[in-house]
């Protein structure tokens, strides 16, 4: 965990609760959850397909595919360790084979997976440095492309070999290519970070400049078009 993005997140603990109750605006409450933290029910998620990433800090991931079109909800956890029941405080510190991970609902007939996978490579992070997305480094930052069925391996696979051969990156992509096991959602205060704490440095510092390379190379996926 980077130094910044500590000092942060403890500001943010301290003051959690009078920052919803003061900036949560009416954009932000359309990520509210079902559940404190949790997943959708089933009834919201009946006729979704999911899709599960790790591409670095969670604040950021979630926001980029909040903003597409089809996306219903994005929920923001861990996955890709054995672990039962991780806390932030033991993924972020490594203490855990976690990586921060988020989930990814959404409407197939508005926005398809091989979709979800172009802006996950090409502009929802850096697919091509291990174990590092930008100022924070460690396992719990690596890059995973989660699978539950056959088939989106191979769409998986067959994208990372693309977009290799385009030449878009200097450098090869790492992205690991794993079988979901189990998400664990991450609390709370994490959901819907980026649109709660606008002003949090690092939300400003790393989270806005991913944020708006996104939404500068998929305009036309944009919920609401800028």
Same mark, same amino acid.
């Given at each position: *965990? ?7 997140? +403890?500001?943010? +603990?301290?003051? %959690?609760? *009078? ?5 949560? @605006? ?6 509210? $959850? ?9 009834? !919201?998620?009946?006729?979704? &397909? ?17 903003? +597409? ?11 890709? &360790? ?11 510190? &490594? ?24 802006? %996950? ?21 690596? @890059? =995973? ?8 391996? !191979? ?6 070999? $693309?977009?290799?051969? @385009? ?15 189990? %998400? ?10 980026? $649109? ?9 510092? =790393? @989270?806005?400049?991913?944020? *708006?390379? %996104? ?12």
């Amino acid at each position: *965990m980077s130094l910044l993005k500590l000092k942060s997140c +403890l500001i943010c +603990l301290l003051l %959690f609760t *009078m920052a919803c109750g003061q900036q949560q @605006s009416a954009d932000a409450q359309t990520l509210t $959850r079902s559940t404190a933290g949790g997943l959708p029910t089933a009834t !919201q998620a009946k006729g979704l &397909g999911i899709a599960t990433f790790a591409g670095g800090c969670f604040w950021c991931t979630e926001e980029i595919f909040e903003e +597409l079109r089809g996306v219903k909800y994005v929920v923001s956890g861990y996955a890709g &360790g054995k672990e039962q029941n991780p806390t932030y405080e033991q993924v972020g510190s &490594g203490q855990t084979d976690h990586a921060e991970s988020f989930e990814v609902y959404y409407d197939p007939k508005q926005i398809s997976y091989q979709q979800l996978l172009d802006v %996950f490579f090409l502009a929802g992070h850096d697919p091509t440095t291990l174990n590092r997305q930008g100022p924070d480094a460690g396992k719990q930052y690596r @890059s =995973v492309a989660f699978y539950r069925t056959p088939q989106e391996k !191979q769409l998986i696979e067959a994208t990372i070999k $693309r977009v290799n051969a @385009s030449k878009h990156y200097s450098n090869p992509i790492v992205t690991q290519v794993a079988p979901l096991t189990k %998400f664990w959602p991450a609390e709370e205060y994490h959901q819907g970070y980026f $649109r709660l704490h606008p002003d949090n440095p690092y939300i400003q510092s =790393v @989270s806005v400049p991913k944020v *708006m390379k %996104f939404r500068k190379a998929y305009p036309q996926l944009l919920k609401n078009p800028l």
